[in-house]
């Protein structure tokens, strides 16, 4: 009894220690997504940030669009289609990131209104993996926007300020949209 009791106490022990001792990504995702023209060229623009004091190293993001199609049987189909970004990875999430989706002919989006998104219930997924930079383990977030969450003729308000001197990160407007000029 007293070995049973052992190897159950380490066993719990090492469970638990490893649960609590694996790291989390803690990422902020921005309430919307803004679509707005940018060098002339429409494009989708959301934010991502980090709310943890260490760097995840190596990140990458992913965004993909599923939409609600009838097949010719009549059926519905849910259709996934990948969202080609401007830049996939970054060196070291610290602050934020501004993530670009280019609408051009060969997007997903080209062509799309606001009233034709939420026809085919039109959802984005983004989702960001990168490398905890003192534990070395990978950590990830993920977030879903549906089409509602979709601010057309909006963009990101600026949150990096330069005095001259110094660089400095306003996070308190990070969800906050202004109307494109």
């Known amino acids: 009894e007293s070995t049973a009791s052992l190897v159950l106490t380490a066993l719990a022990t090492g469970l638990v220690f490893a649960?609590?001792?694996?790291?989390?990504?803690?990422?902020l995702f921005s309430r919307q997504i803004a679509i707005a023209p940018m060098n002339g060229v429409p494009t989708l623009s959301l934010r991502v940030g980090n709310r943890r004091g260490r760097r995840i190293v190596l990140a990458t993001v992913k965004g993909s669009m599923v939409r609600?199609?009838?097949t010719l049987e009549g059926k519905i189909f849910y259709r996934m289609l990948d969202l080609q970004?401007?830049?996939?990875?970054?060196l070291a999430l610290t602050r934020s990131w501004t993530v670009l989706h280019t609408i051009d002919e060969r997007?997903?989006?080209a062509g799309e209104t606001?009233?034709?998104?939420?026809?085919k219930e039109v959802e984005i997924m983004?989702?960001?993996?990168?490398?905890?930079?003192?534990?070395?383990?990978?950590?990830?977030?993920s977030h879903r926007y549906l089409d509602?969450?979709?601010a057309w003729g909006m963009r990101h308000a600026d949150i990096l300020y330069?005095?001259?001197?110094?660089?400095?990160?306003?996070?308190?407007?990070?969800?906050d949209l202004e109307p494109a000029s």
């Open 19 to 27: 649960k609590f001792s694996r790291p989390t990504a803690s990422l």
């Open 68 to 70: 609600t199609e009838r």
């Open 85 to 90: 970004l401007s830049r996939e990875h970054v």
């Open 107 to 109: 997007s997903p989006l």
């Open 114 to 119: 606001a009233e034709s998104l939420a026809a």
């Open 126 to 141: 983004v989702t960001v993996v990168g490398t905890d930079d003192l534990w070395m383990q990978t950590v990830h977030g």
């Open 148 to 150: 509602g969450d979709i």
């Open 162 to 175: 330069d005095d001259g001197r110094t660089l400095t990160l306003d996070l308190r407007k990070f969800h």
